[in-house]
């Protein structure tokens, strides 16, 4: 607000020394445009050799000379001196010279308070030159710009309260909606409750710098609730099998001899396999979370065919089956991502099938291949309509697969998405009647150079359904 003021201040200043400049440049000019049209006027009479005696002026603020070139007065008007000329010797010089042909000249020469404006024109015949001089006094001039200044003087204080008012005013009103921000912003502790801050009713920037703050709270709350229950889940999740290995040893040490030491070490080595699953889940998840939206890193052309295949090879022929296309189809990716997509995937629908899990993978889109998808069916309950975005949540498992036996930590179908997303692609969850059958699309790719000719017509058939190959 000081600044603010100083400015407007300073301002006032440089405006009030411009308006008083351009004030008595103004003035000064109307003074020597009609001292030159008076003695123009002049000049003709003495160039016609018609000079009246005394010579008619306007008023009582001018006075006029003919002055000879040996600078004696040839005529005057009524109150002029007759003797003496108006200008020195050397200024008439001067002017002869043709170096100046208007003077100023202080006022007591002429019997005038102030100085004078005093200017020079040439006259008469080339035989007998002469000089009109005419003398205009420049009082009003000044007394013209000291009103203005007294003016200033006294009213710019005055309009500078005035303004410094207003804009303390405007300045304060504009700022109490900030100062609303802040104290709720102050308010904020970041407990249990969300904090909010004010939005003022105006429809301006503080308006919208209140609701994109409010909708930074609102995400970073999200962020910490998930965060939250990610410790909570992965904590219980932790849990379970570090309670589990810590009982079977404490029910070993009291047995002592008695102990089946190989059985022990085999329920100890499943405990471990699975806490070692989940804590490369964990670590997986944490570094999406801090990948962000970073896009992925570049990916190698990958043939759907062999990747079902490969993957297939370490799951039992019964009850997993492979549908391989009958023409390559490629995709560009993360070798390492895709096996563990399609690895995700086919554990749990081997946990939860009844007799077969198909693998198959198909080109997609009608105006040509854009996609492939990618199908996992089993045959098993399925998931109801309502839970197949949620199963895609962390640690989200139904109750049905909730035991340790049954179920894993709810981890696989939350990193399936997001390994598909950064791989351009989409998943999807839909009925298969029964059972239920996970769609992947992966954006298609085109074929390498090397990879064979292309199948007659230009077009790739689709694959028969009906001719399954076992893994």
């Known amino acids: 607000?000081?600044?603010?003021?100083?400015?407007?201040?300073?301002?006032?200043?440089v405006g009030g020394l411009v308006l008083l400049g351009a004030l008595g440049y103004a003035l000064q000019r109307t003074v020597d445009t009609e001292a030159l049209k008076t003695a123009e006027a002049v000049a003709r009479l003495a160039g016609e050799n018609a000079l009246p005696d005394p010579l008619p002026v306007a008023g009582n603020q001018v006075r006029v000379q003919v002055v000879d070139a040996q600078g004696r007065i040839r005529a005057a008007s009524i109150d002029a001196d007759r003797l003496v000329p108006m200008l020195p010797p050397d200024q008439l010089r001067r002017f002869h010279a043709g170096e100046q042909d208007r003077f100023y000249l202080p006022g007591r020469r002429l019997g005038w308070d102030g100085p004078i404006r005093v200017v020079a024109v040439p006259a008469g015949p080339a035989d007998d030159p002469q000089t009109v001089l005419v003398a205009k006094s420049t009082a009003d001039v000044r007394n013209?710009?000291?009103?203005?200044?007294?003016?200033?003087?006294?009213?710019?204080?005055?309009?500078?309260?005035?303004?410094?008012?207003?804009?303390?005013?405007?300045?304060?009103?504009?700022?109490?909606?900030?100062?609303?921000?802040?104290?709720?912003?102050?308010?904020?502790?970041?407990?249990?409750?969300?904090?909010?801050?004010?939005?003022?009713?105006?429809?301006?920037?503080?308006?919208?710098?209140?609701?994109?703050?409010?909708?930074?709270?609102?995400?970073?709350?999200?962020?910490?609730?998930?965060?939250?229950?990610?410790?909570?889940?992965?904590?219980?999740?932790?849990?379970?099998?570090?309670?589990?290995?810590?009982?079977?040893?404490?029910?070993?040490?009291?047995?002592?001899?008695?102990?089946?030491?190989?059985?022990?070490?085999?329920?100890?080595?499943?405990?471990?396999?699975?806490?070692?699953?989940?804590?490369?889940?964990?670590?997986?998840?944490?570094?999406?979370?801090?990948?962000?939206?970073?896009?992925?890193?570049?990916?190698?052309?990958?043939?759907?065919?062999?990747l079902l295949a490969g993957v297939a090879e370490r799951y039992p022929a019964p009850p997993v089956q492979v549908r391989p296309p009958r023409f390559p189809l490629w995709t560009?990716?993360?070798?390492?991502?895709?096996?563990?997509?399609?690895?995700?995937?086919?554990?749990?629908?081997?946990?939860?099938?009844?007799?077969?899990?198909?693998?198959?993978?198909?080109?997609?889109?009608?105006?040509?291949?854009?996609?492939?998808?990618?199908?996992v069916t089993d045959d098993g309950p399925g998931i109801p309509p309502a839970d197949r975005e949620r199963v895609f949540?962390?640690?989200?498992?139904?109750?049905?697969?909730r035991a340790r036996d049954a179920g894993g930590a709810g981890l696989g179908l939350a990193i399936v998405r997001e390994l598909v997303r950064r791989q351009g692609g989409?998943?999807?969850?839909?009925?298969?009647?029964?059972g239920l059958r996970v769609e992947v699309r992966l954006p298609a790719a085109p074929r390498p150079p090397?990879?064979?000719?292309?199948?007659?017509?230009?077009?790739?058939?689709?694959?028969?359904?009906?001719?399954?190959?076992?893994?």
Not at 393 to 401: E, Q
Not at 426 to 434: M, Q, S
């Open 1 to 13: 607000m000081i600044i603010g003021v100083a400015g407007l201040c300073a301002g006032l200043a």
């Open 144 to 306: 013209s710009v000291a009103v203005v200044r007294t003016i200033l003087l006294v009213g710019f204080p005055l309009l500078l309260v005035l303004l410094a008012g207003v804009a303390w005013r405007v300045i304060g009103a504009t700022l109490r909606p900030v100062e609303a921000l802040r104290a709720g912003a102050e308010e904020i502790t970041g407990g249990a409750r969300p904090g909010r801050l004010p939005v003022p009713a105006s429809r301006d920037e503080i308006h919208r710098l209140a609701v994109t703050l409010n909708g930074m709270l609102s995400r970073l709350e999200s962020a910490r609730n998930r965060q939250r229950a990610f410790v909570a889940d992965a904590a219980h999740e932790l849990r379970s099998p570090l309670a589990n290995m810590r009982t079977q040893l404490e029910v070993a040490q009291r047995l002592g001899a008695a102990t089946d030491w190989p059985g022990v070490a085999d329920d100890l080595l499943a405990d471990i396999q699975r806490l070692s699953r989940l804590v490369d889940d964990l670590l997986l998840l944490a570094r999406f979370d801090e990948a962000g939206g970073a896009p992925p890193a570049a990916g190698v052309p990958i043939e759907l065919g062999e």
């Open 332 to 375: 560009v990716g993360e070798p390492d991502a895709l096996t563990r997509i399609l690895a995700n995937l086919l554990d749990n629908a081997v946990r939860h099938t009844t007799s077969k899990v198909v693998l198959e993978a198909v080109p997609g889109g009608r105006d040509g291949p854009t996609y492939h998808l990618v199908t």
């Open 393 to 401: 949540d962390r640690f989200t498992r139904l109750d049905d697969a």
């Open 426 to 434: 989409t998943v999807t969850l839909a009925d298969a009647e029964p």
């Open 450 to 471: 090397d990879d064979g000719p292309t199948p007659p017509g230009g077009a790739e058939p689709a694959p028969d359904p009906d001719t399954p190959a076992e893994a």
